[in-house]
Structures are given as C-alpha cells and as structure tokens.
C-alpha cells in the first residue's frame, strides 16, 4: 500500500462533501439543542457512526441514549429520534423511526437516499450523497467496497456537527472530558 489509496479516499471524501447540500444542517443543529431526550439508531457500520456520535452528544451534555440499550428513555413530544439509514430501505429501523413519530418525537434521518422510505418518515432528512451499500441516485461513485464511503462520508459529517455545537455553544473540551467515563 501507498499514498495512492489514501489520497482516492479523500478526494472521494472532499467530492462528497462538495457536493452536499448543507441547507438543512443548521436546522438539524437546532433541533438537537432544543431537544430533550435524544435517541440515536443505525445497524452495521453505519450504526456505529451514529453510535458514536450518540456518546459525542452526551460529552456535549445532551441527553442522549442509543436505541437498544435498557436505560433509553420513552420518547414524546419535545424529544428526537436520530438515524442513518444509508439505503433508506431497512425495515426495523423505519419501524422504529415510525413508532417514535407515533409517540410525538421529531425525527432526523440522515440517507444516502433521498427518495427514499427512510426520507419519507423523517421530519427532517440529511442527505449525504456518497456510494451508500443497496443504495441508488445521483451519488459520488467510490472505488471503495460496498458503502464504505458513505459510512467514512457519515463519521467525518458527524463530528463536523459535534464541532460546530461546541464551537457555537462554548462548550470547553474540558468540560466536554469530565462527562468522559471515569472509571474505565
């Protein structure tokens, strides 16, 4: 391996990111600071971009929670349900997304996809238009398997909104450190 990969990475990275439509980003900012409980869900490797972003929102000091796990809160109105459904198309997800609506939470979709079911259900869509796995449209074309791209494209957009609210908010890294697990 070479410089070569790397550089065919992030030239499809920057295509992607050049090419998003970023109007509906500060709205999804808002949405998230106006929330009072927040539920993040993905499955795969796309799941473990929105995982992470999940613990990025609690060190900012929101109340978030990942979707399975035994201490996420009943959502309602005033609450937001986050997901990646990169093809659009799975169907727990969408049932899930489907539920938390019915129970008066907003929700956030974030697809490789905007045509898609996922889009349809959401309230609010982030369209990342990146090489997504079983996903079709006018996407940046990868030369990296299945929906890598999509998935790397996510995690960088991702930590692009972490930084952004911290920024906006003057929320200190240090401050951000002390919500970080003490005891590992």
């Known amino acids: 391996m070479d410089s070569e990969q790397t550089e065919s990475i992030l030239d499809e990275l920057k295509q992607t990111f050049d090419s998003m439509d970023y109007a509906n980003v500060d709205s999804f900012i808002q949405m998230l ?3 009072r409980h927040i539920v993040c869900a993905g499955v795969g490797r796309e799941g473990l971009t929105c995982r992470a972003f999940c613990m990025r929102l609690m060190h900012l000091g ?3 929670h990942w979707v399975w796990d035994d201490t996420a809160p009943a959502l309602g109105p005033g609450d ?3 997901f990646t459904c990169g093809s659009g198309e799975i169907a727990h997800l969408l049932t899930i997304a489907r539920l938390a609506k019915d129970a008066g939470a ?3 979709c974030c697809t490789g996809v905007p045509g898609s079911t996922a889009a349809s259900v959401a309230d609010l869509t982030i369209f ?3 090489t997504v796995f079983k996903g079709q449209g006018d996407l940046v074309p990868s030369l990296q398997p299945m929906g ?3 998935e790397t494209a996510s995690w960088v957009f991702f930590d692009s909104l972490v930084y952004e609210i911290h920024k906006e908010e003057g929320i ?3 401050s951000m450190t002390k919500r970080h697990r003490n005891y590992e």
């Open 148 to 150: 890598t791209l999509w």
């Open 80 to 82: 937001l349900f986050v």
């Open 106 to 108: 907003s929700v956030v």
């Open 62 to 64: 929101f109340d978030s």
């Open 33 to 35: 600071k106006k929330a």
């Open 172 to 174: 200190s890294y240090s």
């Open 128 to 130: 990342i238009p990146a």
